[in-house]
């Protein structure tokens, strides 16, 4: 039996049915008629001289030579998938497709994005609201910026662009209620969970301790996004730990203001991530340019703060 490869159409026939089990639903998603997707399928079992699969009433199911072809089939579209859109964006200075959490991209990036349109108009950007870790083989994405503890990946390039800090935020009428640190002891606080998975914790009973008083583990409202606490600060609900990245242009607008000028520092931090190389794209390298010039402002309130390691007053 020879080791020539059958027709690329063939295998990928043949990978669509496998993955759905079905030559109805194979063919639905290759845009041909079912009896097209069969002859395919037959044209590659007649190049094995073997079938692929068994045919059964209203299904089909993998013979076990289309079980031992099956993985290897669908890992080679995959790179195949993978290398044309690598090589699309070598070639495409127009688009930027970037991905950030929900949060920061709600709160620092959409308000900006007019400045880098007009700094850059023959740039379209692009952005994926989401948490879950870009793979770069895989996803349609240029560029990524995640929050966490830094670290290094083989093959990704990998710049911090933001130090993430908090202190309690709150509106200027709470504010004139509470103007001493002591006064949250009665204050309702805000709670946020999206950044339970920081060690050392970075919390209000951190912040008690660093303010040397004592620790207050009062309920209240908690949220999973530090975007919708900042949202109930601003509504007046209560006083937040705030994130600065998140916070930084409702406190320039003057709609939250930090009173006691206290606030927790943490290892966890923004970074500019992309594949090794793509970095000196020019539409690539324009966006982190440009994120660097703008996280300047989020410094000037740094300077106006005294700041506690969250690891210096843990228990």
Known sequence: MSDRLPPLTALRAFDAAARHLSFAKAAAELNVT????SFQ????????EAPLFRRLNRAVELTDAGRALCPGAADGFAALTSAWRAAKRTVEQKSLIVTAGPAFTAKWLAPRLFKFATLHPEIEL???ATLRLVDFSRDDVDVAIRFGLAKEEPGLYTKPIIREWVAPMMTPELAAQYPEPADLSRAPLLHQDDIHFLKPAVDWP???????????FAAGARFSQADHAIDAALAGAGVVLGRISLAEKDLREGRLVMP???GLTTEAEYSFVCPEGPEARPQVRAFREWIEAEIVTLKEYGDEMKFVDAAEVQI
């Open 41 to 48: 399928i037959k044209s590659l079992e007649q190049h094995l």
């Open 34 to 37: 079912p009896a097209a997707l």
């Open 206 to 216: 951190a912040w008690f301790r660093a303010a040397d008083l004592p620790p207050r």
């Open 126 to 128: 692009r952005f994926s």
């Open 260 to 262: 006691y000028k206290l």
